[in-house]
């Protein structure tokens, strides 16, 4: 088994954020459902992890978040959090999880907190305002979520750009500052146009984090595995790609397979040896 050392580190804290936002610095955030992504999304200096539910899509199978669940999202947390990481680690409510009521908002969210995360990522507009409320009332930091919100993909009749309609675009341009006024440290701006961006971003306060949201927001985030190229077949148009990880691990493991089937590992170099003394006991042994 391999294991890392614990580094002692300082951890992004929301008013190191909001100073950074406020001096015009744009904010990274990529999400991280392990001990090995985190590790490697901390040693990349992003600014924050988001332990994410698209945990069940890109990790579990499911076709969409829908079926992710609290004790899902808990032991994914806890895989995370137990890396220390320094960046500020935001963890996702899953659908259900702040929907039936406030007690279950609460329960569900400082469980994260419990568990290491800083904030919580909530999805919705105005009608969220209650649980938000509820949330901030107990001293559970909020990151807002507009736009394409991925737990909507039914009423939505899919993952298509919201926004691109007169009255859609006012409703998120006042669904932002509505939950900018109800204490949210910030937005994510999910597949709206990149105008309707701008315009947001021209008009909160805080900051605002894009994913298919054009170049204008405070800041941006991606999913892992797609930055780095780890699923196969077609990216979504919003994401660009740094590395092609599937291709290359698929490479390197068939490579492995090949020397363990031609008898080219292990070797000499992966092996352990006796010591000479003990080696003539074995041809003195017999049964």
Known sequence: ??????????????????SWHHAGRKLVMVTAYDAVTARIADASSVDIILVGDSVGNVCLGFENTLPVSMAMMNHHLEAVART?????????????????????????AGGFLQRGAQAVKLEGGAKRLPMIHALLDAEIPVMGHLGLTPQSVNPMGGFKVQGKHRTDALRLLDDAQRLQDAGCFSLVLEGIPADLAARLTETVKIPTIGIGAGPH???QVLVFHDVLGLLPGTSPKFVRRYAEGFEDLRNALANWAEDVRGGGFPDGRESYTLPEAVRPALTQWAP
């Open 1 to 18: 088994m391999s294991h890392l050392p614990t580094e002692s580190r300082t951890r992004v804290t929301l008013p190191q954020l909001h």
């Open 217 to 219: 927001c405070s800041g």
């Open 84 to 108: 220390h990481p320094s960046a500020m680690l935001v963890a996702d409510m899953p659908y259900l999880s702040f929907h039936l009521s406030v007690e279950d908002t609460l329960r569900n």
